[in-house]
């Protein structure tokens, strides 16, 4: 493979996806999400293969969805609302799930701010470890939607601290993570990658085949519960909020920032700015 924002490494039975955009604090663009779901899979098919981990070079995990233009579509602001629903269903959502619905155990490794966007590449991870220096947030409720694309915070979190997590926009640190069940395990920034690799390895001792059905075991259960249903339904929502503030600002919100949102209803103050690590 050729890789321009992604590396993909495998050694001892173990694949390192690592996205490596540091200078746009790995904000993630249409390129590096293509590359990333290139790299997942890759280690799928890969019978040499036996554990997958998801990490980040730089300072952050990741800021989430890089919002400004990009190779395939010069003017994104002009998108309308059917073209950003069929990207973000195709592109966002339908990654995550992918990424989750691999059969070999994977592993996140988590440092710096994970932001909206970010959640959906640690999430889909059956495992995450975090640096102590890890926060985790959602602040989209300012651009008008309801949460990232996989709205898996109330499995993620329990239902109060979600809400809270969405209503104030404020980061949860990796110690709070922890025990709340988000986070398996914390370690210092400079073990970081020692630890989740040094994890990899002690699962990859196991059975491929045990390790597969007790994932799908696992998975099956939430499935049961209810949690595919209340993703792809909570996904309709997300664009309910995206339409209503389309029409509100007369802009993708994403993109503006809601910054004309004065009253509902109106159609004032159409913005330009096109932020990095948003929704």
């Not at 989750?100 to 889909?124: D, E, F, N, T």
Request: proline share 4%.
């Amino acid at each position: 493979m050729e890789l321009e924002n992604v590396i993909y490494e495998v050694s001892d039975g173990v694949a390192t996806i690592t996205l490596n955009r540091p200078q746009a604090a790995n904000a993630q663009s249409h390129e590096a999400l293509a590359e990333l779901d290139q790299a997942w899979q890759a280690a799928d098919r890969d019978p040499a293969v036996k554990v997958i981990i998801m990490r980040s070079n730089g300072k952050h995990f990741s800021a989430g969805h890089d919002m400004s233009r990009t190779k395939d579509d010069a003017e994104p602001e002009t998108w309308p609302a059917e073209k950003l629903y069929d990207w973000e269903m195709r592109g966002y959502l339908h990654y995550a799930k992918s990424w989750r619905a691999v059969p070999k155990p994977s592993i996140a490794a988590v440092q710096g701010k994970c932001i909206a966007g970010g959640l959906m590449l640690c999430w889909p991870c059956d495992l995450i470890v975090a640096a102590d220096n890890a926060e985790f947030s959602d602040p989209v409720l300012a651009l008008g939607i309801c949460g990232v694309e996989l709205h898996a915070h109330t499995w993620e979190l329990g239902p109060r601290k979600a809400k809270e997590l969405l209503f104030t926009g404020e980061p949860i640190a990796a110690a709070q993570a922890q025990q709340l069940g988000m986070v398996n395990r914390v370690v210092p920034l400079d073990e970081l990658e020692t630890a989740t690799m040094a994890l990899a390895r002690r699962i990859a001792r196991n059975d491929a085949v045990a390790l597969r059905m007790a994932k799908r075991a696992v998975n099956h259960t939430l499935d049961l519960q209810g949690y595919t249903n209340s993703i792809d339904s909570i996904f309709d929502m997300h664009h309910f909020g995206h339409a209503r503030a389309q029409v509100v600002t007369g802009g993708i919100p994403v993109l503006t920032g809601l910054a004309g949102m004065k009253g509902k209803g109106s159609n004032k103050g159409k913005g330009s700015d096109k932020g990095k690590g948003e929704a």
